[in-house]
């Protein structure tokens, strides 16, 4: 089946000339793009660390200093992970005050 319809500015290239209407166009990329790709990975990281914690469920004993608890293996493992990341961020977030002080003392 054939349509008379003329073809307009931007619509279907010919035959003959071989490119498509999107090439040379591109996807913008945003940081809400770029925040969208962060909660998809987050989401399944998460996943992955709810299955983690559910294969784990054993009873561990653990004592710190004076305290003592009962805690699953696989919650153990995650408080200690996010103990670390707590640790780690403190230690960096001192070092990027020391270095915005020094820039702004040396401007």
Same mark, same amino acid.
């Given at each position: ?7 307009? @500015?931007? !619509? *279907?290239?010919?035959?003959? !000339? ?12 945003? +940081?809400?793009?770029? @925040?969208?790709?962060?909660?998809? &990975? @987050?989401?399944? #990281?998460? &996943? ?9 469920? *054993? ?20 408080? !200690?992970?996010? @103990?670390?990341? #707590? ?7 001192? +070092?990027?005050?020391?270095? +915005? +002080?020094?820039?702004?003392?040396? !401007?």
């Amino acid at each position: 089946m054939t349509t008379d319809a003329v073809p307009t @500015a931007g !619509s *279907e290239p010919t035959p003959s !000339s071989g490119k498509s209407t999107n090439e040379g166009q591109r996807v913008l990329k945003t +940081r809400a793009g770029y @925040a969208w790709v962060g909660l998809v &990975i @987050a989401a399944l #990281l998460g &996943i992955v660390v709810l299955i983690f914690i559910l294969q784990n469920l *054993e009873q561990a004993h653990v004592t710190l200093f004076t305290w003592n608890w009962n805690l699953p293996i696989g919650v153990l493992v995650l408080l !200690s992970v996010v @103990a670390g990341a #707590l640790g780690t961020a403190l230690v960096g977030g001192y +070092r990027i005050l020391q270095l +915005r +002080r020094a820039t702004k003392k040396n !401007s």
